[in-house]
């Protein structure tokens, strides 16, 4: 079927030699939709993305961007998406005016059409820095915020965002991420790889790889049900805590599995019972309390799950 | 073909390139001062010409006649005549290497050669300075015969050896180093300048970006050679001036072929060093692979100093491969002779042969994906 996904991707996979980068991977994406690949380094998400913009040929299986597959030719894809490196890959020893006009060029863009595009991304962006200003001058944020304006100069249906705020500040990257939302709410298709739990929090669903194996994909509320579906809570000791404590909530039947988390204690319990036990038994010198599981602890989880 | 080629898409890589190049000092050092820098200080250094050759004479006879090739030999202006106790003196002195050359007349030479027999005299050459014995030898050789002319007097018709030396008269090695080095110098650095720039942008991850756009290998091959020939076409002109005006060179061909020539040859060795950049796509390998492919080959296998007849029939189809070989016959017969345009038309083809080629694997080995 050729429903009217922004991306389809249908039992790819990519081998280098011996090596299996991306194995059998099938998922679809809707337009509109900022969807978020996670996964350690390695894991095949790089991969995966650069054989949707066109870069790399799938060993097998069929993909389909922004309506268009293998056979309408590599460049027509090319030109109906925008592609973010993980890597900062504007020309440094140019300025910003002729960053932009050089991604202009290589599209054949007009030059009113350019100097548009500019005026709407950089409005929409909110990038304020001179264009005669050379890009290795230019602080990180705004380095990343031009590099998808120049993604983005084309109008593409699809972006696809590698690792965009690697390495960028805190405050630069809400404001990135705030950024994303609005070219999704666009109708825009956002492809984003991410390594930040907080940014994967953000994501309509969350596409999560495992040596080259997709192990999840859902929506992040979904995933963590489906991965926590017992009671979590968290367990913290204050002062007059008997020394040997701990040692009897691992011994407790109803504890299925007890993490640190810094002074903290996170403990997956089999039922509500087991949480109102623990309560009672804890309760004089410790505070338990209920709590949704991050992301964090999903993918440990997932990833665990798939280990075995 | 506007499937393979869109040339507005190359000219757009060609002005980004030239933002690159002017504001790069290193790159506009590089091609332009260096090639200055070393055709100057090599044109004065590389000299081919053998004067003053110390050699020993060992005069056993102590005739009129003896003394007569003496005088003969110091009056070429190529030696310093000294003199040696005996022959065996002579021997060591070159042995010490106190010498390059020794003369040595045995005792009877004189009285045998009154009486009409023939009679040698023995010359001892340092055979572990090749170059210079080769010269030294038929400098003394053609002595031979000033030699007997004069030896001889009126009783034999006297033969005289008149060497005239066409092209370069004044035997000047400047005439004939001068343009070679520039060959070499140009051509090395020109291959350098490319073999880096596709490199560099595998390697900065730009490729990457460049490639996720519509262009095509052929569109950024040509974009990124055009500004790199202009530099060193540029470059080019400011050795010619140099050879003109410091080295005095004459020229005597066609300028407008020797800009011809110089753009293929560029186009050459710029492809060549297309090939590699595509093929290493890093810039520490392409730097060596540029400087190892460049420069031994370019130096022994030219022709600038060893000829290329001379050399055994395998290398010199080797060296045809080799753009500074058909480069150094054309700058050496336009800048010494007034070729006739159709001496020139084997090199020049040759030339555009070796940038079609050049130019076919580096677009053919160009990979657009990014298979690590």
Same mark, same amino acid.
């Given at each position: 079927?050729?429903? =009217? ?9 990519v +081998? ?13 994406? $809707?337009?509109?939709? &900022? ?13 995966? &993305? ?62 009113d ?34 590099s ?7 109008? =593409? ?11 960028v ?10 950024? &994303? ?6 109708g ?34 979904a ?26 909530? +691992?011994?407790?039947?109803a504890?299925?599995?007890?993490? =640190? ?15 109102? +036990?623990?309560?009672k ?11 949704t599981? $991050? ?14 | 073909?506007?499937? *393979? ?13 030239t ?17 200055v820098?070393?055709v ?21 006879d ?10 003969? /030999? ?14 065996a ?29 023939p /009679? ?12 210079n ?16 002319a ?26 004939? /180093? *001068? ?6 110098? *140009? ?6 300048l490319?073999?880096l ?80 950049? /595509? ?36 290398f ?45 694997i ?11």
């Amino acid at each position: 079927m050729s429903g =009217p996904w922004a991306v389809e991707v249908d039992d790819l996979s990519v +081998r280098f030699g011996d090596f299996t980068a991306v194995d059998a991977v099938s998922f679809k994406v $809707s337009p509109g939709e &900022i969807f978020g690949f996670l996964g350690a380094n390695g894991a095949g998400k790089t991969t995966t &993305i650069r054989v949707l913009c066109g870069l790399l040929v799938p060993s097998s299986g069929k993909v389909r961007v922004a309506g268009l597959d293998a056979a309408d030719g590599l460049m027509a894809i090319k030109r109906k998406v925008g592609y973010m490196s993980q890597r900062f890959t504007l020309y440094d020893s140019m300025t910003v005016g002729e960053n932009l006009s050089f991604a202009a060029a290589l599209r054949k863009m007009p030059g009113d059409v350019l100097a548009r595009r500019t005026r709407e991304l950089f409005d929409t962006i909110g990038f304020d820095q001179p264009v005669t200003m050379f890009v290795r001058d230019l602080a990180g944020g705004y380095k990343q915020e031009l590099s998808l304006a120049t993604a983005m100069l084309h109008d =593409p249906e699809v972006v696809f965002l590698d690792e965009p705020t690697a390495g960028v500040a805190p405050a630069a990257r809400a404001r990135f991420w705030r950024l &994303i939302r609005k070219i999704a709410a666009s109708g825009k298709t956002v492809f984003v790889t991410t390594h930040y739990m907080d940014e994967a929090e953000q994501c309509g669903r969350i596409a999560l790889m495992r040596a080259g194996k997709l192990i999840a994909l859902d929506e992040p509320g979904a995933l963590k049900t489906r991965a926590f579906p017992e009671p979590l809570v968290e367990i913290e000791a204050g002062p007059g805590a008997p020394e040997e404590w701990i040692q009897d909530v +691992r011994r407790d039947a109803a504890v299925l599995a007890l993490k =640190p988390h810094g002074l903290r204690w996170h403990a997956s319990v089999a039922d509500a019972a087991g949480v109102e +036990r623990l309560v009672k038994a804890l309760g004089s010198f410790a505070t338990v309390k209920p709590i949704t599981p $991050s992301l964090e602890d999903v993918f440990i989880r997932l990833v665990e799950g798939a280990d075995r | 073909m506007s499937s *393979v080629f869109d040339a507005r898409r190359a000219m757009s890589i060609a002005r980004k390139e030239t933002w690159h190049i002017r504001r790069d000092p290193v790159t506009l050092i590089v091609s332009l001062g260096l090639p200055v820098l070393l055709v100057l200080f090599f044109g004065f250094a590389i000299n081919f010409d053998v004067k003053s050759v110390d050699l020993l004479v060992a005069d056993g006879d102590h005739s009129r006649i003896s003394r007569e090739l003496i005088e003969v /030999v110091s009056a070429s202006g190529y030696f310093n005549v000294r003199r040696a106790a005996s022959a065996a003196a002579a021997a060591d002195a070159l042995g010490a290497e106190k010498g390059k050359a020794a003369l040595i007349i045995e005792t009877g030479f004189g009285r045998e050669l009154r009486a009409g027999k023939p /009679v040698e005299a023995q010359v001892l050459l340092d055979g572990a300075d090749n170059s210079n014995a080769g010269i030294v030898s038929s400098y003394l050789a053609s002595a031979e015969g000033a030699v007997r002319a004069r030896l001889t007097g009126a009783s034999a018709p006297p033969v005289t050896l008149r060497t005239r030396f066409l092209f370069n008269p004044e035997l000047d090695s400047h005439w004939f /180093v *001068v343009p070679g080095i520039f060959v070499i110098v *140009v051509g090395l650095i020109s291959s350098l300048l490319t073999a880096l720039t596709v490199a560099r942008e595998w390697e900065n991850g730009s490729m990457e970006i460049l490639l996720s756009t519509p262009v095509r290998p052929l569109e950024i091959i040509a974009g990124k050679l055009a500004p790199y020939m202009a530099l060193s076409f540029a470059a080019i002109m400011l050795v010619y001036g140099l050879a003109r005006l410091v080295f005095g060179v004459p020229f005597l061909g066609s300028h407008l072929i020797f800009a011809l020539a110089t753009l293929l040859f560029l186009a050459a060795t710029m492809s060549q060093g297309l090939v590699i950049s /595509v093929v290493t796509r890093q810039q520490q390998l392409a730097f060596q692979t540029a400087m190892n492919t460049g420069m031994m080959p370019i130096q022994l296998l030219s022709g600038f100093i060893f000829p290329i007849e001379s050399m055994p029939a395998l290398f010199q189809w080797i060296t045809m491969i080799l753009p500074a070989r058909w480069y150094m016959i054309l700058t050496r017969s336009l800048f010494l002779r007034a070729p006739d345009f159709s001496m020139l038309l084997g090199p020049l083809s040759a030339l555009m042969g070796l940038t079609a080629v050049f130019m076919l694997i580096a677009w053919r080995m160009f990979k657009t994906d990014l298979e690590p």
